[in-house]
């Protein structure tokens, strides 16, 4: 049975009929659109059976019991440990029973086991979120062979959940409903084969990553050492886990941590390439070791002493060009293809630490298949101030982020090489400092190849097919210096985007914003069209 979980079936439900004589107004929770709150998709979830049990383990105030009792003919049964249920109007519905018992103990479970066995899906929510009662209930339900389905609250927001719970379920057996449920994440599982849920084909995807220990590099700062290895690998366990094709690049020293954070399941969808890192090359005259990273680091440090610039302490001469190998590495990649992909990615090692939305707008992200090299446009710098090379580089602004881009072969390989090439252009003129201060000169320089989205550094995922978050920073930081600045075009482009995002309740904002918005989009299209 394949279950179409579509936003319109969602919506056509009858929710604030059934419910607002039971749930206070002012419980606007409740009554939040899927996306932000899962209880619509309990109430659909629940129309999908007849006469058939429906378990709910974390009552806590019963909106989740209330939620999955839509439809009547079904019985609920709801477990806590404690009676939370302030509301008496929940207690009386006539289809729901609850029970105070716990179920992750090995006497609950035995009690209950008959009525788990019959369940046609079961909805996790409980305390503290630390992902380890849910393993362990996990395998409690693959121990009896349970044939129906579990729905998960939380499977993103919390790192134990992602770490201890959701990345050691075998991607075939999970599904991630997150577009119709809870901004938390809200997840299923099923050992049962014949139960599956519409899930995206990435298959054509390779993504990109690399570690390299910079704390052994000779220029490593202050702030380069706090960040060792652990700080690294702990936060790593997102991109490691990812089910896609990924070529990580990475020293000696590594590789060995890192295959034992990747699961073994992942194997084939996996491949190493081990590089000492002072002896990567730029491949641009034979091989030739004054190419070598441990030539061009000293170039840096010599350009930053000559054109000093806002200097920011980890930005050192060997984190620039750990940076810049990201494009000499994504060219070998696309050249070699083991994979025999048609799109390609780069993804930062440790993009977790960005926010938790970036790894759950993933899937989404790479199932719009952008052909161009797309990249998160986060601030607006006019194209006069980068022709002023000296003035351009003195602060160090940049406006574009190099921690995820796409592309397919064919233009990831043409812009990462543009890159490559304005690196060393940039390096000979006496600069050196930082990948995300080549995007503008190469973008303006070559706009048809290059494609944007909008947000910030936290939103460089996230913001991919929509705005979903900190919706006013493209209106702040991108939309009104593109306007200020004549780029009519560009302006207009991002508040399009903006605007559908709005409109399909991906995001909003205040009055204010919205005002400008319409301002940047109205006189930009004005000008465009005279």
């Known amino acids: 049975m394949n279950y179409n979980i579509e936003l319109q079936n969602i919506n056509n439900l009858q929710f604030e009929m059934y ?48 939620s999955l009792s839509y439809n009547k003919t079904n019985t609920i049964y709801s477990f806590d440990i404690i009676d939370k249920i302030n509301n008496s109007q929940i207690k009386t519905q006539k289809n729901i029973n609850f029970y105070f018992d716990n179920l992750f103990e090995k006497k609950g479970q035995e009690k209950w086991k008959d009525t788990i066995l019959k369940s046609a899906f079961i909805f996790l929510d409980v305390d503290p979120h630390n992902g380890t009662m849910e393993m362990d209930f996990y395998n409690f339900l693959k121990g009896i062979n349970y044939q129906g389905f579990v729905i998960c609250d939380d499977i993103w927001h919390f790192k134990d959940m992602r770490d201890n719970f959701w990345y ?57 050492i706090e960040r060792n290895s652990d700080y690294y690998m702990s936060h790593a366990l997102s991109t490691l886990n990812l089910p896609y094709n990924l070529v990580i690049y990475c020293d000696e020293d590594s590789v060995n941590i890192i295959k034992s954070l990747r699961p073994e399941y992942l194997n084939d969808k996996t491949h190493y390439i081990i590089r000492e890192f002072d002896s990567i090359c730029f491949k641009k005259n034979n091989n030739d070791l004054t190419d070598c990273f441990a030539y061009y680091r000293n ?82 710098i006019p ?54 201060q080549l995007y503008s000169p190469v973008y303006f320089e070559n706009p048809e190849m290059i494609d944007h989205y909008y947000g910030d550094y936290q939103q460089m995922i996230t913001n991919y097919k929509y705005i979903y978050e900190n919706e006013c920073a493209p209106i702040h930081n991108f939309a009104r210096n593109s306007f200020n600045n004549k780029d009519f075009k560009k302006c207009l482009e991002c508040c399009e985007i903006i605007w559908k ?20 989009y109205m006189i930009s299209k004005k000008n465009i069209i005279t």
């Open 19 to 66: 419910y607002n004589e039971i749930v206070k107004n002012s419980e606007k929770e409740f009554f939040g659109i899927p996306g932000q709150q899962h209880y619509r998709l309990l109430s659909y979830f629940s129309t999908l059976f007849n006469n058939s049990i429906i378990i709910d383990i974390g009552t806590h105030l019963g909106n989740s019991a209330l």
């Open 168 to 224: 050691k379920i075998p991607y075939e057996n999970r599904y991630d409903l997150s577009e119709f449920g809870h901004f938390s994440g809200t997840g299923i599982f099923t050992f049962n084969k014949n139960i599956t849920f519409n899930k995206n084909d990435n298959s054509n995807w390779t993504l990109v990553t690399a570690y390299f220990n910079l704390t052994k590099c000779p220029d490593a700062s202050k702030e380069i």
């Open 299 to 380: 170039k840096i440090i010599s350009n930053r002493k000559k054109n000093q610039y806002h200097f920011d302490n980890r930005n050192t001469a060997s984190y620039y060009l750990f940076c810049m190998s990201r494009y000499m590495m994504l060219k070998e990649v696309i050249t070699n293809n083991i994979f025999k992909s048609t799109h390609f990615s780069w993804i930062n090692f440790c993009i977790e630490r960005m926010g938790y939305t970036n790894v759950m707008r993933l899937d989404e992200a790479l199932a719009v298949n952008r052909n161009k090299f797309s990249t998160c446009y986060i601030d607006y």
């Open 383 to 436: 194209h006069n101030l980068i022709k002023n090379t000296k003035d351009y580089f003195q602060w160090g602004r940049c406006s574009m982020c190099s921690g995820f881009f796409t592309g397919n072969a064919e233009y990831m390989y043409k812009v990462c090489d543009l890159i490559e090439n304005k690196f060393l252009e940039y390096l000979e003129l006496g600069y050196g400092h930082a990948d995300e």
């Open 501 to 520: 995002s709005y409109c399909l309740n991906k995001c909003n904002f205040n009055e204010e914003y919205l005002k400008n918005l319409s301002y940047y």
